[in-house]
C-alpha cells in the first residue's frame, strides 16, 4: 500500500481535539469531577508459560493492506508483547502526528521534573483533567510549565524517543503539541517506559499516569481498547490504559486519529500505537484503528484467543 501525502503548515492546521467533540465528555475549568479514581487493577500471579504463536509479519502486512486499501490515507503501528518480546511494525519509520496522544508525554515529562507527591493541588488537577477528559487548557498550561518543545524534546531524550518532534514556540490555536511528530514505535517505547520497571520514573508515577489513562471518560475509550477482551477494563486480570487523539486538518478537512496505551492481560502486556491520518470523518479515523489493532491482537493471540484461567474469553466490541 503507498499512502498519500499531507504536508502540515502552522497556519493550515487546528487540533479539535477533546471535549468541543464530544458533548457528554466535555468539561468546564474547575475541580476534577469528583468520583476518584478506579485503583490499579492488581496483577495476577503469573500463569503457566505457554509457548507464544509466531506471528507471521508478511501475513499480517497483507491482511493489513487488503484492510486499509478501502480507506486510504496513511497508518503507521507498532505491537510490543512486553512480556515476551515480540513485535510488529507496520510503517515503522512513518512520522504522523500525536494529537492528544502527546498528552501522555507532557505529563511523563512533568514527572521527570517532579513526582507527583509534589505537584501542586491545581497542578495535579490539570493532569487529571489533561488525561482523562483530554483538555486542551489544562495540557496548554503543563505544556508551559515543562518548557514547551524544549522540556519535551529533552524528556524524550531520558525516555529514548529518537523520531518525536514538537513545533517552537508557544500555543497558538492549539498549533503546538497537538502536531508534535512522532513514529509508532517511539509512542510504544513512551508506553514501555510506563509499564517496565526500568524507567526514569518511579514505580509509584509510573502507576499514576497508568492509572489515570485507564479512567479516561467513557466517550474516549474507542481504539485499543477494541482488540481487548471482554472486561478488560474491569476485571482484575486484566486492564486497558490508552489516550486517544484526534484533529481535522483546516487545510483539507481531512482527520489524524491515534490511539495509544497498554493491554494487559493475564501472562502479556502489549504495549500498542496506531497512529492514522487522511481519514474523511473521525468515526472513519475510529474504524481504521479498531480494525487495525483487532487483527494484530489476534495475530499475537493465536488460536488461543483470549482464553484466560477462568475459561474463553469473547473479544470485547465496545469502545
Given at each position: 500500500?503507498?499512502?498519500?501525502?499531507?504536508?502540515?503548515?502552522?497556519?493550515?492546521?487546528?487540533?479539535?481535539?477533546?471535549?468541543?467533540?464530544?458533548?457528554p465528555g466535555a468539561v468546564t475549568p474547575g475541580a476534577v469531577p469528583s468520583g476518584g479514581l478506579r485503583p490499579p487493577a492488581p496483577r495476577p500471579p503469573a500463569p503457566p508459560r505457554v509457548s507464544a504463536p509466531r506471528?507471521?509479519?508478511p501475513r499480517l502486512t497483507r491482511a493489513l493492506d487488503r484492510f486499509l486499501t478501502r480507506y486510504g490515507g496513511r497508518t503507521a503501528v507498532t505491537v510490543r508483547d512486553l512480556a515476551t518480546a515480540r513485535t510488529y511494525h507496520y510503517h515503522r519509520d512513518l512520522q504522523l502526528?500525536?494529537?492528544?496522544?502527546?498528552?501522555?508525554n507532557i505529563l511523563m515529562a512533568l514527572l521527570l521534573t517532579s513526582p507527583w507527591r509534589r505537584l501542586t493541588r491545581r497542578t495535579r488537577d490539570d493532569a487529571e483533567r489533561m488525561i482523562r477528559f483530554s483538555d486542551n487548557a489544562a495540557a496548554d498550561r503543563l505544556y508551559e510549565r515543562i518548557g514547551?518543545?524544549?522540556?519535551?524534546?529533552?524528556?524524550?531524550?531520558?525516555?529514548?524517543?529518537?523520531?518525536t518532534y514538537a513545533p517552537a514556540g508557544r500555543c497558538v490555536d492549539l498549533y503546538c503539541w497537538g502536531i508534535t511528530r512522532t513514529t509508532a514505535s517511539d509512542q510504544v517505547r513512551l508506553?514501555?517506559?510506563?509499564?517496565?520497571?526500568?524507567?526514569?520514573?518511579?514505580e509509584r508515577d509510573r502507576e499514576r499516569v497508568l492509572r489515570l489513562m485507564a479512567n479516561v471518560t467513557s466517550e474516549q475509550r474507542w481504539g485499543i481498547s477494541a482488540a481487548a477482551?471482554?472486561?478488560?477494563?474491569?476485571?482484575?486480570?486484566?486492564?486497558?490504559?490508552?489516550?486517544n487523539g484526534w484533529l481535522r486538518h483546516v487545510a483539507d478537512g481531512r482527520w489524524a486519529v491515534v490511539s495509544v496505551g497498554l493491554i494487559r492481560e493475564p501472562g502479556h502486556d502489549y504495549a500498542v500505537a496506531v497512529l492514522t491520518e487522511d481519514s474523511p470523518s473521525m468515526?472513519?479515523?475510529?474504524?481504521?484503528?479498531?480494525?487495525?489493532?483487532?487483527?494484530?491482537?489476534?495475530?499475537?493471540?493465536?488460536r488461543q484467543g483470549c482464553a484466560t484461567a477462568g475459561g474463553q474469553a469473547v473479544l470485547s466490541t465496545s469502545r
Open positions: 500500500m503507498t499512502p498519500s501525502t499531507v504536508s502540515l503548515s502552522a497556519p493550515g492546521v487546528t487540533a479539535t481535539d477533546a471535549p468541543s467533540l464530544s458533548a506471528v507471521s509479519t502526528p500525536t494529537a492528544s496522544a502527546s498528552k501522555i514547551l518543545e524544549a522540556g519535551l524534546a529533552r524528556a524524550d531524550r531520558e525516555f529514548g524517543l529518537r523520531h508506553i514501555g517506559a510506563l509499564a517496565r520497571k526500568r524507567s526514569p520514573l518511579p477482551c471482554e472486561g478488560g477494563r474491569l476485571s482484575p486480570e486484566s486492564q486497558v490504559s490508552l489516550k468515526g472513519t479515523g475510529v474504524a481504521r484503528v479498531e480494525g487495525v489493532v483487532k487483527r494484530i491482537l489476534a495475530a499475537f493471540r493465536g
